[in-house]
């Protein structure tokens, strides 16, 4: 980019593109639609699949199978395969994902705290412009 700075594939822009993305890569796998109820559910113990189907709101099973297998090729998961009939499967969460769940507690307790007043923002927002605007616009 001639500053010193260059792109990785997805837009990010820094001294050090190769890192970026690989934060942007894990932020996305572990803030993913569906991750963070998994991680949820497997930080309070042993979970199996058929839990994690009725527990996770609204996931198809291709779903979840996908999300488990990205979850534990990350490091994120260790499933457990237990040899009867049919097969026991079981999902835990590892050290990290552990420690990752502290951090979810505290941003699910900061989105508590604050919800009422990001509403408020909204609400003024909306006022000043006119109604509600398109989320999904960056501009």
């Not at 796998?29 to 058929?50: E, N």
């Not at 979810?104 to 990001?118: C, I, Q």
Request: with cysteine.
């Amino acid at each position: 980019m001639g500053d010193g700075t260059a792109a990785c594939p997805d837009g990010l822009v820094g001294p050090d593109p190769e890192r970026a993305c690989t934060v942007r890569e894990v932020l996305d796998r572990v803030g993913g639609k569906w991750s963070i109820g998994i991680l949820v559910a497997a930080s309070q113990g042993p979970v199996r699949f058929t839990e994690l189907e009725r527990g996770v709101q609204g996931i198809s099973r291709r779903m979840l199978t996908l999300t488990l297998r990205n979850l534990e090729r990350d490091g994120l998961l260790r499933r457990r395969v237990y040899p009867t009939v049919p097969p026991k499967v079981e999902y835990t969460a590892t050290p990290i994902a552990l420690e990752l769940y502290e951090s979810l507690v505290a941003l699910t307790d900061w989105a508590e705290r604050h919800r009422g007043a990001v509403a408020a923002a909204r609400t003024a927002y909306d006022r000043r412009h006119g109604g509600v605007t398109n989320t999904t616009d960056p501009t």
